[in-house]
T-cell receptor
Framework: GENVEQHPSTLSVQEGDSAVIKCTYS??????FPWYKQELGKRPQLIID?????GEKKDQRIAVTLNKTAKHFSLHITETQPEDSAVYFC??????????FGGGTRLMVKP | NAGVMQNPRHLVRRRGQEARLRCSPM?????VYWYRQLPEEGLKFMVY????????ESGMPKERFSAEFPKEGPSILRIQQVVRGDSAAYFC??????????????FGSGTRLTVV
């Protein structure tokens, strides 16, 4: 069955440092891996995604890497800012046509 | 495009009452998903629907919870005889599916249910 493990559950960094969040999945048929950011009291919002035919994707300060052999993917945020503070969720999409989410990482960026 | 619309944003119910949560998907989206989020926790899948069909309800509690997505109108998540443990944020998401994968998986603003 589907299972997505996300680490760490909390992450505190100093403003300007980098943050890395890692996820592993178990279903080799998974082909789409989005990342969502959820600010307090708000909806999860898509920030970046990657499909299984790509190893890395970058969008300004955010990048995602995918290792299909090892079944893990990571979110990298560089030059973190206080407004990056939020809960981040990874997810995987499999043949079941829906997303399964990791448990979330609470990122705190200290000014 | 108004996005995924959920209402009400906040809902207070007394124990034993019924709660009805509504979700209108984005224009052009035919897949609807419901998730429950307890305070300080992750997003737990409940049910996946297409028009007039429940595709996967493996995350739905066996009793008191039901969902539908009729031919016309919004998707409805219905909770009968609510209990305090049902208090949570319920998020709806919608997507379109194109050969090769799901696209545009977008969340609504959620309904925050409080059972008193």
């Amino acid at each position: 069955g589907e299972n997505v493990e996300q680490h760490p559950s909390t992450l505190s960094v100093q403003e300007g440092d980098s943050a890395v969040i890692k996820c592993t999945y178990s279903d080799s048929a998974s082909n789409y891996f989005p990342w969502y950011k959820q600010e307090l009291g708000k909806r999860p919002q898509l920030i970046i995604d990657i499909r299984s035919n790509v190893g890395e994707k970058k969008d300004q300060r955010i990048a995602v890497t995918l290792n299909k052999t090892a079944k893990h993917f990571s979110l990298h945020i560089t030059e973190t800012q206080p407004e990056d503070s939020a809960v981040y969720f990874c997810a995987e999409h499999n043949a079941g046509n829906m997303l399964t989410f990791g448990g979330g990482t609470r990122l705190m960026v200290k000014p | 495009n108004a996005g995924v619309m959920q209402n009400p944003r906040h809902l207070v119910r007394r124990r034993g009452q019924e709660a009805r949560l509504r979700c209108s998907p984005m224009k052009g989206h035919s897949h609807v998903y419901w998730y429950r989020q307890l305070p300080e926790e992750g997003l737990k899948f409940m049910v996946y629907l297409q028009k007039e069909n429940i595709i996967d309800e493996s995350g739905m509690p066996k009793e008191r919870f039901s969902a539908e997505f009729p031919k016309e109108g919004p998707s409805i998540l219905r909770i009968q005889q609510v209990v305090r443990g049902d208090s949570a944020a319920y998020f709806c998401a919608s997507s379109q599916f194109i050969t090769g994968g799901v696209y545009g998986y977008t969340f609504g603003s959620g309904t925050r249910l409080t059972v008193v």
